[in-house]
């Protein structure tokens, strides 16, 4: 029986292919080098499409995909949750989602404004500290936000720090620490359940 795998396009999907590779799974070509979004694997158990990290619950949540690969910061962020179970920590993409602002910014303000792309994560995290905040939602490139004057602070994936560094940031508070996962549609999980469990007993060994 075939499975559908959604794959967060990007960083991601370059760490994920060695993991799916040393299970077996294999498109005999470079998916990295190439314009297409749909893979089939050689031994033909496999689809692999690549998407848009959060169009990836949203393709396995509708049954589009059988099981998506993804942040555990796209899933807190992703408007549902109930077409889907998160069933493996892959081992990869570990960061932290933090606050960050300009180095030496004086954030002691009534209402903060918050540029991020994690409007939810934000919203949660700054409800818990009982601050006023004013969301600004982007797509990406939060940190120059402050240093264009259309934010106080952000709220951002922190991986080495060199990207707040080159742009004249710091991290502040640790929200919570992300990495990679693998999740799976609640219907095909009863219909293909030996195909979905075998992959992931596959998958929990060399991760
Ligand atoms: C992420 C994040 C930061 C950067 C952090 O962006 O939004 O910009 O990585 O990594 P660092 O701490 O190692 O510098 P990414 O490159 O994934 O692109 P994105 O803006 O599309 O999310």
Redesign the pocket.
């Known amino acids: 029986m075939s499975l559908t795998i959604a794959l967060n396009r990007?960083?991601i999907l370059k760490e994920c292919l060695p993991l799916l590779a040393r299970c077996g799974i294999d498109v005999g070509e470079d998916i990295s080098a190439s314009r297409k979004l749909v893979f089939d694997s050689v031994c033909g158990n496999f689809q692999l499409l690549i998407v848009r990290?959060s169009d990836v619950p949203t393709y396995v949540e509708h049954g589009a995909a059988d099981l998506g690969v993804t942040g555990k910061d796209t899933l807190l962020e992703h408007d549902g949750g109930s077409g889907y179970y998160e069933r493996l920590d892959m081992g990869i993409g570990r960061?932290q989602l933090m606050t960050a602002a300009p180095v030496g910014a004086d954030l002691d303000l009534p209402k903060l404004r918050v540029a991020t792309?994690f409007v939810r994560v934000a919203q949660d995290h700054y409800a818990r500290l009982r601050q006023p905040v004013s969301i600004i939602a982007l797509?990406?490139?939060?940190?120059i936000a402050p240093v264009m004057g259309l934010a106080d602070c952000i709220v951002?994936?922190?991986?080495?720090?060199?990207?707040?560094?080159?742009n004249g940031l710091e991290a502040l508070d640790s929200i919570t620490e992300v990495s990679t996962r693998l999740i799976v549609n609640k219907a095909a999980m009863k219909t293909k359940y030996d195909a979905v469990e075998a992959l992931i007993t596959q998958l929990r060994a060399v991760v």
């Open positions: 990007g960083r990290g960061c792309k797509s990406g490139a939060m940190e951002d994936i922190v991986d080495t720090g060199n990207t707040l560094r080159a």
